[in-house]
């Protein structure tokens, strides 16, 4: 049985905080691309899904986000979340291909999204790396400990710890492509599949259940998230977009954006 719970947001009218705090996904990305006034999104939690999120785009610079909670949401998926499924990632992904290609442009074949597409490497790809672009170095970091272990409760002196042992565990990430290749060959059976990725990728046993039922339904999906992040960073370093200019950087991410661009043209340097 699913349920959900709704909660609705557009843009925030300006104020003036008591404290400094650092700024939100959405500030950081609003301070970089422009985007229609009227965007909005809705946040929705459900249940009895093989996704911790998915942003389902409802046109109109819109979107309704739903977040899973079927298992524990650990606190470094708080800002992969808002990022990934918000701002910079789908959410403006979505926005910018509607206002820029579709309409501006006038290319309608750009009105429909066909998820089994080459598009979705660049979606995913992008939703990924702009994590970074939007949080880079020790800023992510900052942001954790001064923010989101408070509100959870957590001690905020071992946020460093805990990112240390994340960056770790991400090196672990192409373990799941493996997993999901040799499944859907057959060469496995669902059982090992969440066996291979508790011992190689280090997943909790229910959670690497959950990711066996992604694979099951999204099938060779899965290469668009670690594979399009890395072809992505690539694309953008190779024009100046790297970590020590994150002008640059945020331009660049905003130009793929915009673009009709497929991932056989990403290694391309001109």
């Not at 301070?31 to 093989?50: C, G, I, N, Q, W």
């Not at 389902?56 to 986000?65: A, D, E, N, T, V």
């Not at 499924?85 to 789908?90: N, Q, R, S, T």
């Not at 060959?185 to 969440?194: F, Q, R, S, T, V």
């Amino acid at each position: 049985m699913q349920h959900s719970r709704r909660i609705s947001s557009s843009r925030p009218t300006a104020s003036t905080p008591s404290s400094p705090r650092p700024s939100t996904c959405r500030e950081r990305t609003l301070s970089r691309l422009e985007l229609p006034a009227d965007e909005s999104f809705t946040v929705e939690y459900v249940t009895d899904k093989s996704w911790s999120g998915y942003n389902w785009y409802q046109g109109s610079y819109r979107s309704l986000i739903q977040v899973n909670t079927d298992l524990p949401i650990y606190i470094d998926r708080a800002l992969d979340l808002a990022c990934h499924e918000g701002y910079p990632g789908h959410h403006v992904y979505s926005i910018v291909v509607e206002r820029d290609l579709f309409r501006q442009r006038g290319w309608i074949e750009f009105s429909v999204y066909p998820l089994f597409s080459p598009r979705s490497l660049i979606a995913e790809g992008t939703a990924n790396f702009g994590i970074e672009v939007a949080f880079p170095g020790d800023e992510r970091l900052e942001f954790e400990r001064q923010v989101l272990f408070p509100l959870a409760g957590l001690d905020p002196d071992r946020a460093a710890e805990f990112a240390q042992v994340q960056e770790i565990v991400k090196k672990l990430g192409f373990a799941g492509n493996e997993a999901a290749r040799r499944y859907l060959d057959g060469e496995i059976g669902p059982e090992e599949a969440a066996a291979w990725l508790s011992r190689y990728a280090m997943m909790p046993p229910d959670r690497a259940r959950q990711r066996v039922g992604f694979i099951d339904q999204y099938r060779s999906y899965v290469i668009n998230y670690n594979l399009g992040q890395e072809l992505v960073r690539q694309h953008i370093e190779a024009r100046g977009g790297t970590a020590d200019d994150p002008d640059r950087r945020w331009r660049e991410f905003g130009a793929l954006l915009s673009s009709p661009q497929l991932p056989s043209g990403l290694d391309d340097p001109g």
